[in-house]
């Protein structure tokens, strides 16, 4: 990307368009509201370009299923508006995500990533945890994490 990419921390309210858009394509608005997406430590973050917003992402204070795990954060609902993908953008907003959870303590990233998305979580360091498994009407994933200085 030529232009830079500033992150700004938006609302859940403003997570909505983009999340409907890429993840949930079709389905009603209701969809794209997440569990958690009010919670106090719940942070969502925009990605804009000239002022126009071109991703979102959103961490949650959550351990992986199965764990108690105090400093994990979950990634969730990260999307890229499509004309807007490989350009760095995604980069840009996974690293802002990162450094907003290290400055809070913690010390492990997760996320339920697409099948599809796999290599480029692999790009940031993230591993596959398990296998592959089926979310419902969004089709196939994979837990992912990754540990933060």
Same mark, same amino acid.
Not at 112 to 126: D, E, I, L, Q, S
């Given at each position: 990307?030529?232009?830079?990419?500033?992150?700004?921390?938006?609302?859940?309210?403003?997570?909505?368009?983009?999340?409907?858009?890429?993840?949930?394509?079709?389905?009603?608005?209701?969809?794209?509201?997440?569990?958690? $997406?009010?919670?106090?430590?719940? &942070?969502?973050?925009?990605?804009?370009?000239?002022?126009?917003?071109? /991703?979102?992402? !959103? %961490?949650?204070?959550?351990?992986?299923?199965?764990?108690?795990? $105090?400093?994990?954060?979950?990634? &969730?609902?990260?999307?890229?508006?499509?004309?807007?993908?490989?350009? /760095?953008?995604? !980069? %840009?907003?996974?690293?802002?995500?990162?450094?907003?959870?290290?400055?809070?303590?913690?010390?492990?990233?997760?996320?339920?990533?697409?099948?599809?998305?796999?290599?480029?979580?692999?790009?940031?360091?993230?591993?596959?945890?398990?296998?592959?498994?089926?979310?419902?009407?969004?089709?196939?994933?994979?837990?992912?994490?990754?540990?933060?200085?």
């Amino acid at each position: 990307m030529t232009q830079p990419v500033n992150i700004h921390i938006i609302t859940a309210q403003e997570v909505i368009p983009i999340r409907q858009e890429i993840l949930r394509p079709g389905r009603p608005v209701s969809e794209c509201v997440f569990a958690h $997406d009010d919670d106090s430590d719940t &942070r969502h973050f925009g990605a804009f370009v000239d002022g126009t917003m071109l /991703g979102v992402a !959103s %961490v949650y204070h959550l351990s992986p299923p199965g764990t108690t795990d $105090d400093s994990a954060w979950q990634l &969730r609902g990260m999307a890229v508006l499509e004309n807007s993908q490989r350009n /760095g953008i995604g !980069s %840009v907003l996974l690293r802002a995500c990162g450094a907003h959870v290290v400055a809070r303590g913690g010390t492990r990233l997760w996320c339920n990533a697409r099948t599809g998305a796999v290599p480029f979580y692999v790009k940031h360091g993230f591993e596959t945890v398990g296998a592959e498994f089926i979310i419902a009407d969004v089709g196939p994933h994979y837990i992912m994490q990754r540990r933060l200085p």
